[in-house]
T-cell receptor, first 109, second 117 residues
Framework: GIQVEQSPPDLILQEGANSTLRCNFSDSVNNLQWFHQNPWGQLINLFYIPSGTKQNGRLSATTVATERYSLLYISSSQTTDSGVYFCAVEQTGGFKTIFGAGTRLFVKA | GAVVSQHPSRVICKSGTSVKIECRSLDFQATTMFWYRQFPKQSLMLMATSNEGSKATYEQGVEKDKFLINHASLTLSTLTVTSAHPEDSSFYIC?????????????FGPGTRLTVT
């Protein structure tokens, strides 16, 4: 099956700093989503981005499907950005969504 | 965005009893829902795919007789953990796909934390 790798596994930032999270996948995908899991466990949809670039406030994402990677950019980080960021993909020809291991982000005040 | 609810949010049960978790899509119809479990500091692992009106499809290694899934309507799927044991303690999360404009974005419920004593 498809492999999804996220990097870095852990990240500590000072408030106000910028960061880039990466998601590599081993096969072509129909769908790709980025989620933020808050401390209470709720997964919050950030981007649905099988290809191209999207922006939403301080967050933006880019997926280069032909090179099998996606990037999540967080600018001017805030303490409320802390949590785990997951990349999840649906393989082309498949139906189920596979999650990466996540990037655990802690933003210090 | 679409809203998915789960109930209960937290449950404690005794070993050997059964627990039912409900997953509802509140503002859209979901022909397909998914059930995941998540252990502390780990990623989400897909347990099964729930299809309205038909049998669920279980992932390899997931006991279908232990984790009963029923997708009775386009807005409700239930997961019943039968004869629960302490090793079944985990965070269970459901999701639903909202087909809209050719995309299939997944939305997740808030999760159910199960503790088996």
């Amino acid at each position: 099956g498809i492999q999804v790798e996220q990097s870095p596994p852990d990240l500590i930032l000072q408030e106000g700093a910028n960061s880039t999270l990466r998601c590599n996948f081993s096969d072509s995908v129909n769908n790709l989503q980025w989620f933020h899991q808050n401390p209470w466990g709720q997964l919050i949809n950030l981007f649905y981005i099988p290809s191209g670039t999207k922006q939403n406030g301080r967050l933006s994402a880019t997926t280069v499907a032909t090179e099998r990677y996606s990037l999540l950019y967080i600018s001017s980080s805030q303490t409320t950005d802390s949590g785990v960021y997951f990349c999840a993909v649906e393989q082309t020809g498949g139906f189920k969504t596979i999650f990466g291991a996540g990037t655990r982000l802690f933003v210090k005040a | 965005g679409a809203v998915v609810s789960q109930h209960p949010s937290r449950v404690i049960c005794k070993s050997g009893t059964s627990v039912k978790i409900e997953c509802r899509s509140l503002d859209f119809q979901a022909t397909t829902m998914f059930w995941y479990r998540q252990f502390p500091k780990q990623s989400l692992m897909l347990m099964a795919t729930s299809n309205e009106g038909s049998k669920a499809t279980y992932e390899q290694g997931v006991e279908k007789d232990k984790f009963l899934i029923n997708h009775a309507s386009l807005t409700l799927s239930t997961l019943t953990v039968t004869s629960a044991h302490p090793e079944d303690s985990s965070f269970y999360i459901c999701s639903a796909r909202e087909p809209s404009g050719g995309t299939y974005e997944q939305y997740f419920g808030p999760g159910t934390r199960l503790t088996v004593t």
